[in-house]
């Protein structure tokens, strides 16, 4: 089986990243943003249970602290040597 897993920052707390990133979108000229959020993807290819795929997140990929993750089961992609890019946009 195939999985993706999207990690993100909690909403209710301040991401330093965020107001950087606001800014440097600003001096690109592009006014009109007004929120941002930085989510990162895991693919991951085997046979694992629920439970294993908590434990990956929470103890690896995932400050659970001030970081959230949610977990997918993909079809078969048989393009897996794609590009990350071709997979997210194919998987939205």
């Given at each position: 089986m195939e999985y993706r897993i999207a990690v993100f920052w909690q909403a209710n707390l301040p991401d330093g990243?965020?107001?950087d990133l606001i800014s440097q979108i600003a001096q690109l000229g592009l006014d009109r943003?007004?929120?941002?959020?930085?989510?990162?993807?895991?693919?991951?290819?085997?046979?694992l249970p629920q439970a294993d795929l908590e434990r990956l997140s929470d103890e690896l990929l995932a400050?659970?602290?001030?970081?959230?993750?949610?977990s997918q089961v993909l079809p078969f992609l048989p393009e897996w040597k794609s590009s990350p890019r071709k997979l997210l946009r194919r998987h939205r």
């Open positions: 990243r965020i107001a943003v007004r929120q941002v959020r930085v989510s990162g993807f895991c693919f991951l290819r085997g046979d400050d659970p602290v001030v970081k959230g993750y949610r």
